[in-house]
């Protein structure tokens, strides 16, 4: 059993410009990070009586690595709010703090996004995934979410607005006024009122079908009540071997309640056999193609436009050490990089197309995130084909991105316009977006 000062040494990483609170509970061989719903706080959870017992059952068995995502808890605010991205480059900064090479994923309710995200996009690090009341998307009318989400900012950590989200989500702890305070009281310290609607609005429009099956680590999914059922069926169907376990009782909220969950967990664990090194990752591909070079080159020279294609493919080369993103090849005047996040690639195309313009030269731009097979140490497979075939649809100076990557950057303050779908050739129809802003 782990002791008080061992739970409560509370420290800090920084990742960039902004501070994650994490400790580190227990000392069993195979770490477990545990990713929250919306939100947490390391102290106060710790010091009542919901989540103390859970956490205490976990570390007999993991060395449980708990965290306050950005934005939340003890955690950084930071200038904007984080996307899935962001939030997946806070848990590996976390995870090498403490020193972990592999862990188990473990995502509960609204963290299960990010969490299904870093397992596939870092199968290498990820020893299982586990999923608590998972949700693949948000299928109400735009208009009817930003109504609820309006009213839950209004109504953040008061008492009312408490007790109603408790009477929704979790009956059993409703009925008594006490457990009622405890909730209002934990939505007061885990998020401000704006923080815990930029949490919801995020959620609400993130779609992850397409990514969910370039899962492939050991994957376990539970769920408890109809609601829960009914939102994992989508993702159990999506992750292909995956493990589906229905919890008994009918609150939708409340991991805690239920101590078959950590049995289960444990069990998964224990099943589980050295995997191979993962041949398919999740990654982002972004390719650029220069517009009217032919008749540029001729009306230049070959001198000039040698000298200026020399300072395009410097241009690009910066851009991309800037963003983290990894040149993979050239052809002609055309670059081929990956990502190992869908944000910073759409970044890095805008600048990539502004600077190119600076030059009197005009790119057209791709970008799309699928699952990649690693061939001698590159992303190779349909993916990269859609990539390739969503730069040839672009405009002039236009960044072109398909549905996929919108769907995996709310919350990022990047926005587009609807291009409506494409058949590309060989790789069959897509939804395209224009990135307008980013």
């Known amino acids: 059993m782990p002791s008080p000062d061992e739970a409560l040494d509370i420290r800090y990483v920084r990742n960039g410009d902004v501070s994650i609170a994490y400790h580190v509970v227990g000392g069993a061989p195979t770490d477990l990070v545990l990713v929250p719903d919306f939100f947490s706080n390391l102290v106060y959870d710790w010091e009542r009586k919901h989540w103390r017992p859970f956490y205490e059952r976990l570390a007999q068995s993991f060395r449980l690595i708990l965290f306050d995502k950005r934005g939340t808890g003890l955690s950084d605010r930071g200038p904007l709010f984080p996307n899935l991205e962001t939030r997946m480059e806070d848990v590996r900064a976390v995870l090498d703090a403490v020193g972990s090479q592999r862990a188990v994923i473990f995502g509960g309710h609204e963290g299960s996004t990010m969490a299904c995200l870093y397992a596939a996009t870092y199968p290498e690090r990820t020893a299982a995934l586990v999923l608590w009341q998972a949700s693949a998307f948000e299928s109400r009318p735009q208009p009817d979410v930003e109504q609820e989400l309006i009213r839950l900012r209004d109504g ?20 008594n006024p006490a457990e009622r305070e405890w909730f209002a009281n934990r939505m007061r310290v885990g998020a401000s009122p704006a923080a815990g609607y930029a949490l919801n609005r995020m959620w609400s429009e ?15 999914v539970m769920a408890r009540g109809d609601l829960g059922e009914q939102d994992a069926g989508p993702v159990v169907e999506r992750i292909r071997n995956s493990r589906y376990v229905r919890i008994p009782g009918d609150d ?40 009217g070079s032919s ?31 990894g040149e993979v090849d050239t052809a002609g005047d055309g670059f081929f990089a990956s990502f190992d996040g869908p944000a910073r690639a759409i970044r890095c195309a805008r600048a990539i197309a502004e600077l190119i313009h600076e ?20 992303p190779t497979g349909i993916a990269v084909n859609t990539g390739a075939r969503v730069a040839a649809a672009a405009g002039a100076g236009e960044v072109l991105v398909t549905g996929t990557v919108k769907d995996l950057v709310a919350g990022s303050g990047i926005s587009f316009e609807d291009r409506g779908e494409r058949e590309l050739k060989g790789v069959g129809p897509w939804r395209l977006y224009s990135v307008v802003s980013a």
């Open 156 to 175: 953040w950590g008061t008492l009312d607005y408490a007790g109603e989200m408790l009477e929704e989500i979790c009956p059993t702890l409703a009925e």
């Open 206 to 220: 993130t779609d992850l079908r397409d990514i969910l099956s370039a899962i492939h680590v050991p994957t376990l």
């Open 252 to 291: 939708y909220w409340g991991m805690f309640l239920s101590p078959e969950i950590v049995e289960e967990l444990e069990r998964f664990v224990d099943t589980l056999e050295h995997a191979p090194e993962p041949e398919t990752v999740l990654a982002t591909v972004l390719f650029t193609d220069l517009v």
């Open 295 to 325: 008749e540029r080159a001729a009306e230049l020279g070959d001198r000039e436009w040698a000298e200026l294609l020399t300072r395009h493919n410097a241009t690009i080369r910066q851009q991309l050490g800037l963003f983290r993103g």
């Open 359 to 378: 030059l009197g030269l005009q790119v057209r731009v791709g970008v799309h995130t699928g699952e990649c097979e690693i061939v001698s140490g590159k």
